[in-house]
């Protein structure tokens, strides 16, 4: 069956250190990968896309890794900060239609 | 703010009511997104209009009636809604054409069933 995994429900990482998140995918074939922001009582807010024949992308403190072989994106935030708290949704497109299809997220408190 | 606008932002209806959902864009956007998502979960697609048709219904329940009046305006019709239905309404847009773009949410509409 097809399945989006993000590693874990809920993480808390110090002030200042690295965050990292993970997506695990299975029985899809996207042709990129997008990463979102959802702060309580708010839609999602687009932050980075990544396409199948890259490996990395950057934009400031957020990195994103793609392996389409281990199926697997990683989400890095760097010198992470309270204000960074969110839940984090990694979605896949297929690129057939105009679907995207969302993970469960992950919770992430940055703790002061 | 986001460039989505949704109203309203609270909706309190009982089951026998009927209501609408609005959702506006002027970025120009052909594509446009009705999700609706419960507490902690993802968002779960609904319906999907591409150059105002609708082009996916994930079997959504047909006391929900969505509406496309022109390329900016989507609407969600409400109609003897149950108490399992209240949950956070999301529109989105996305520019289209090649599926590399991102979606952009609105700030959804909180509906609570009675």
């Known amino acids: 069956s097809q399945k989006i995994e993000q590693n874990s429900e809920a993480l808390n990482i110090q002030e200042g250190k690295t965050a990292t998140l993970t997506c695990n995918y299975t029985?899809?074939?996207?042709?990129?990968l997008q990463w979102y922001r959802q702060d309580p009582g708010r839609g999602p807010v687009f932050l980075l896309l990544?396409?199948?024949?890259?490996k990395e992308k950057r934009k400031e403190r957020l990195k994103v890794t793609f392996d389409t072989t281990l199926k697997q994106s990683l989400f890095h935030i760097t010198a992470s900060q309270p204000a960074d708290s969110a839940t984090y949704l990694c979605?896949?497109?297929?690129?057939?239609?105009?679907?995207?299809?969302f993970g469960k997220g992950t919770r992430l408190h940055i703790l002061p | 703010d986001t460039e989505v606008t949704q109203t309203p932002k609270h909706l309190v209806m009982g089951m026998t009511n009927k209501k609408s959902l609005k959702c506006e864009q002027h970025?120009?956007?052909?594509?446009m997104y009705w999700y609706k998502q419960k507490a902690k979960k993802p968002p779960e697609l609904m319906f999907v209009?591409?150059?105002?048709?609708?082009?996916i219904n994930e079997s959504v329940p047909s006391r929900f009636s969505p509406e496309c009046p022109n390329s900016s305006l989507l609407n969600l019709h409400l109609h003897a809604l149950q108490p399992e239905d209240s949950a956070l309404y999301l529109c989105?847009?996305?520019?289209?054409?090649?599926?590399?773009?991102?979606?952009?949410f609105g700030d959804g509409t909180r509906l609570s069933i009675l």
């Open positions: 989105a847009s996305r520019e289209g054409g090649n599926s590399n773009q991102p979606q952009h």
């Open positions: 029985n899809y074939s996207p042709a990129y």
């Open positions: 990544i396409r199948e024949n890259e």
């Open positions: 979605a896949l497109d297929m690129r057939r239609d105009d679907k995207i299809i």
């Open positions: 970025m120009g956007h052909r594509a």
């Open positions: 209009y591409s150059y105002e048709k609708l082009s």
